[in-house]
């Protein structure tokens, strides 16, 4: 059916408008894997910046014409007006406006401007200072003079104002005028800046009495103690020490309260020090320290402790250190009694003292406070208090009695019912056999295992009858220990191991065997283990085969084949580990452990390799399975979709057969390549 030229425009127009409102189709990520080379945000910003092209610059305008200067004059004041005439609050349009008539030289339009500016806002400082250093830029001092005076006038308590105008004064050598600008500024009391640099100039000038007398209204001004820390800085660089300590005497009396700063006693005391005055900075420390509390005085106690070790003895420093702790220990005490840090410190600085009743005394109040319920974790810092007390008797005083007697309590006060602690018990069997009571020892360890059987309280018992070499106390030992704990795979493998250690094979075997015919084990794998290596270094590779078998009999975890297929490697039977492969790989093929087969794959063909035999490399070539991606619905924790998650898949050949979605997916991308390139 033919189609006049209308109808075939009027489709096309169609279709451009269906194009046109049609949405674009997203690209589809295909590679989402990182890039061989990464490139920074920085790096991108740097390349952008170095490749941005300078932008045009406008072109100079010569003017060599009168009638053209006037008239470009004419518009550039036409558009600030206008400017002004749309925002008159905008100070910086005034500004801009009034330079440029400075730079025409038009001085009179300027200051017309700056004053039709200060008309608008006069609260403006940058007004003011803009008008006071364009007449100040063009020599007009007395022009200078007069705003400026006028700008302290109306705001006063601008203190650039008054910087300013003195500073210009200074530089055209009047000090009379500046001086008498620094005593109208001092009128209205400004801050502590502003009295330091009236000093400053009196002081640039020569007239240490005139500074003098600036420093006493300064200190009625602002009566604070660094105004007068710094009025006795300068009486001290004038060199007059009576004059100094008597400001700070002053200071003292005249801040009541507010004196007990310890920024003013260290600086006193240091003066006096200068001064050789060492008593008196003695006292002045003590009367700081009496006066000050004590969390203030932290500063105050370290310069007072250096004082006294350049200058006064070694009693007085311990003294005025240990006196300090010892009150900040007993605040928190009082605080919270069963705070054992506290405790700890505490006694640690008694010890430090040397003085033994008082440590025993600050141990027997520590112990009293008995954690308040029978919750393990309530008494374990608790313990430690009586660890040390007991370690301090044996060790610093050498009351072994004593000692014995803070380890007693101790086991009798621990509820071991409930809970207990290997440590204490070790802790004590220890000291026995450091005081070589080994009877007492056997008896207390006997005593743990028989209230409290622990681990550690074996081991701990074990190894002090192996060093002894009991070794039928160690047997019955190890009895008691698995038949309290036969789950406990350590135990037999160091039960076993004892036999080995000691010759007898067979023991040992036997022990294995007991062990692996557990119903319950915590490690089985660690204990399997063992007993292959015990098996290996026997050279019993029937045995070791055997037990590998029954070990697969048991798991046909992944690591295990790895295993056997590595000993029979390792003792050359290479045939041996290659059937160990197959055998494996057989196992694993109808699980869904796609990820274990991969890895048996991924050894297989490393063993392969070092074997170096090309017809058995390809062949466990042709076992490799092919990576894809897949995706699977995630679930939020409510139950909801989450939507959808990718993860990696395994293809073996051998499921080549039983994946036909997979060959469709083949044949697609062959499709694909055969494709043309049009469209059509």
């Keep these: 059916m033919s189609m006049s030229y209308g109808e075939r425009r009027e489709s096309k127009n169609s279709k451009g408008i269906r194009s046109l409102n049609a949405q674009p189709r997203m690209t589809r990520v295909k590679n989402k894997a990182a890039a061989p080379v990464q490139i920074t945000a920085e790096q991108i910003l740097r390349e952008a910046l170095e490749r941005q092209e300078a932008e045009p610059k406008p072109p100079k305008q010569k003017i060599t014409d009168p009638e053209e200067l006037a008239d470009y004059r004419l518009r550039k004041r036409k558009s600030f007006e206008d400017a002004i005439r749309r925002q008159r609050q905008m100070m910086s349009t005034w500004i801009k406006y009034a330079l440029w008539e400075e730079s025409q030289r038009d001085f009179e339009r300027a200051r017309s401007i700056f004053e039709r500016a200060l008309d608008e806002d006069y609260r403006n400082p940058t007004l003011w200072i803009k008008y006071a250093e364009m007449e100040m830029r063009n020599k007009n001092i007395n022009s200078a003079r007069n705003l400026w005076d006028r700008a302290v006038t109306l705001l006063p308590r601008i203190s650039q104002f008054w910087y300013k105008y003195a500073y210009m004064e200074q530089i055209m050598g009047n000090y009379p005028g500046a001086r008498q600008i620094f005593e109208r500024w001092m009128k209205w009391m400004p801050d502590e800046h502003a009295w330091g640099s009236f000093i400053k100039f009196e002081l640039k000038l020569g007239e240490i009495e005139r500074a003098r007398q600036v420093f006493e209204r300064f200190m009625a001004c602002h009566p604070l103690v660094k105004s007068w820390l710094k009025y006795a800085k300068f009486e001290e660089k004038q060199g007059d020490v009576a004059r100094t300590r008597s400001v700070y005497e002053r200071a003292v009396q005249l801040l009541g309260e507010d004196a007990n700063d310890e920024d003013l006693f260290i600086s006193f005391a240091k003066f006096e020090e200068r001064a050789k005055e060492f008593d008196r900075a003695r006292v002045i420390y003590k009367y700081a320290l ?8 932290q500063e105050l106690y370290k310069t007072f402790t250096s004082f006294e070790k350049q200058f006064g003895d070694r009693n007085a420093i311990e003294d005025v250190i240990i006196s300090k702790k010892r009150f900040q220990y007993e605040e928190q005490i009082k605080q919270n009694p069963r705070n054992y840090d506290v405790w700890f410190d505490y006694a640690r600085l008694e010890e430090a003292d040397g003085d033994i009743e008082k440590v025993r005394e600050v141990y027997e109040r520590a112990i009293a406070n008995v954690p308040p319920g029978n919750e393990k974790r309530l008494w374990r810092r608790y313990l430690y208090l009586w660890i040390n007390y007991a370690l301090y008797e044996e060790l610093e005083t050498k009351d072994i009695d004593k000692a014995r ?99 007898e094979t067979e023991r040992c075997r036997a022990i294995f065997e007991m062990a692996i015919t557990q119903p319950l084990l915590d490690m089985p794998e660690l204990l399997w283990k063992a007993y292959i290596d015990f098996e290996i270094s026997d050279q019993e590779y029937d ?15 992944v690591k295990v084949w790895i295993s056997l297929a590595q000993f029979e490697k390792d003792i050359e039977n290479v045939e041996g580990a290659r059937q160990a492969y197959k055998d494996a790989f057989t196992s694993l093929k109808n699980t869904e452990l796609k990820e274990e087969r991969l890895m048996l794959v991924e050894s297989w063909k490393e063993f392969e390799t070092e074997q170096g035999d090309p017809v058995h490399i390809a062949e466990v070539t042709k076992m490799m399975p092919k990576k894809i991606i897949r995706r699977r619905s995630v679930k939020a924790l409510d139950g909801s979709d989450a939507g959808l998650e990718e993860y990696y898949d395994y293809i073996f050949p051998d499921e080549q057969t039983s994946a036909p979605n997979l060959k469709i997916l083949e044949m697609a991308h062959k499709w694909k390549k055969l494709k043309p390139n049009n469209d059509e």
């Design 290 to 297: 009496d006066h000050i509390p004590k969390q203030n005085a």
């Design 405 to 503: 007697e803070v380890y007693k309590e101790c086991v009798k006060l621990v509820p071991h019912k409930i809970f207990s602690f290997s440590k204490l018990w070790i802790l004590y069997c220890n000291f026995e056999i450091r005081q070589k009571q080994l009877q007492s020892a056997r008896l207390i360890y006997g005593n743990a295992i028989g209230l409290a059987p622990k681990d550690k309280i074996f081991n701990g018992y074990i190894q002090l009858e192996t060093q002894l070499g009991n070794f039928d106390r160690c047997r019955k030992l190890y009895e008691k220990y698995l038949e309290w704990s036969p789950a406990n795979c350590n135990a037999w493998s160091k039960f076993a191991q004892l036999e080995n250690e000691l010759g």
């Design 543 to 557: 045995n070791v085969r055997e037990l590998y078998k029954r070990l697969l009999e048991r798991t046909k975890h």
